[in-house]
């Protein structure tokens, strides 16, 4: 069973930047297709950027394209998520999931890690 685990979030400027990670667990990580999804206060869960299983495709919801970038080191059970030019309405707690399929759909990811909290100060 893969556990998910994310970190490096904190408090930055808008205009700065945060790379975030999430570690798995257990086996079978290259397995997965995984993605990143975050929750403002008051919002919805919302998917923003998936990478498939041997990294060499990406999907990036328009909120994030161009400045966000997701990659994964299956040497090291590791996806990242490289946020540059950050703004206030990034502002959310961000999970990893993994899924099975690609291309990528919300419904389709699970496994979710407890998230890190990200905070842009206008």
């Known amino acids: 069973q893969v556990q998910l685990e994310e970190s490096g979030g904190g408090l930055v400027q808008a205009g700065g930047s945060l790379r975030l990670s999430c570690v798995a667990s257990?086996?079978?990580?290259?397995?997965?297709?995984m993605g990143w999804f975050r929750q403002a206060p008051g919002k919805e869960r919302e998917f923003i950027t998936a990478i498939t299983w041997s990294g060499g495709g990406q999907h990036y919801e328009d909120s994030v394209k161009d400045r966000f970038t997701i990659s994964r080191d299956n040497d090291k059970n590791t996806v990242t998520l490289q946020m540059n030019n950050l703004r206030s309405e990034d502002t959310a707690i961000y999970y990893c999931?993994?899924?099975?399929?690609?291309?990528?759909?919300?419904?389709?990811?699970?496994?979710w890690g407890p998230g890190t909290q990200v905070t842009v100060s206008s």
């Open positions: 999931a993994r899924s099975r399929a690609w291309p990528p759909r919300s419904t389709d990811f699970g496994s």
């Open positions: 257990g086996r079978g990580f290259s397995s997965y297709v």
